[in-house]
């Protein structure tokens, strides 16, 4: 069945460290990759997105990782803030043409003061 | 202005029961979408219309029926409500199916 990333586990990360997220992804078809962020009580939010022809992306404080040969994405996030308690996604495209998204099943991030 | 706007935010009824979600969008987006969100975060998508056309129905039951009067509304109706619907529900838009999606913050269903 389609699978993408791991049971949710918990990522406690003290404030002002970088932070790791990992996602396995197993659809190796897939040509588009993104990052969301759910926070307590609202819907997720676009992060990063990463297309299958790159292996690394930078935004602001975050970087995005795509290792396509053991089908592996990371979201590094630098000098983790308060503001960055969530849960991470990570997303691929179906690429059969079908608008959908697979998710992951979520990362929890918990900055600890 | 709220990009993609759901309502209403929490829903609280009796099994049984037949409820709706309405989600609107003004961002001018093609595909609208709809999202499950269990109680343990993974999110499942249900359907997907684009320009008023349905293009993704994944398996779900027949009592939940999606409705888009046009392109920038896109509604949930469920029938004869369970105990296991109980979930949030998620809208989304998005320009293309190449993109990411922006989404609503979500209905909150719980079903007694």
């Known amino acids: 069945g389609e699978s993408v990333g791991l049971h949710l586990p918990t990522l406690s990360v003290q404030e002002g460290d970088n932070s790791i997220i990992n996602c396995a992804y197993s659809n190796s078809a897939s040509d588009y990759f993104i990052w969301y962020k759910q926070e307590s009580g609202k819907g997720p939010q676009f992060i990063i997105d990463i297309r299958s022809n790159m292996d690394k992306r930078q935004g602001q404080r975050v970087t995005v990782l795509l290792n396509k040969t053991v089908k592996h994405l990371s979201l590094q996030i630098a000098a983790t803030q308060p503001g960055d308690s969530a849960v991470y996604f990570c997303?691929?495209?179906?690429?059969?043409?079908?608008?959908?998204?697979?998710f992951g099943t979520g990362t929890r991030l918990k900055v600890l003061a | 202005d709220t990009a993609v706007s759901q309502t209403p935010k929490y829903l609280v009824t009796q099994m049984g029961n037949d409820k709706s979600i309405k989600c609107e969008q003004n961002l001018g987006h093609d595909t609208m979408y709809w999202y499950k969100q269990d109680s343990k975060k993974f999110l499942k998508i249900m359907f997907s219309?684009?320009?008023?056309?349905?293009?993704i129905n994944e398996t779900v039951p027949n009592r939940f029926s999606p409705k888009s009067p046009d392109k920038a509304h896109l509604n949930l109706h469920i029938n004869s409500l369970e105990l296991g619907d109980s979930a949030v529900y998620f809208c989304?838009?998005?320009?293309?199916?190449?993109?990411?999606?922006?989404f609503g913050s979500g209905t909150r269903l719980t079903v007694v």
């Open positions: 989304a838009s998005s320009p293309r199916s190449e993109y990411g999606y922006t």
């Open positions: 997303a691929e495209n179906n690429p059969t043409g079908t608008y959908k998204y697979i």
């Open positions: 219309y684009n320009n008023k056309e349905l293009i």
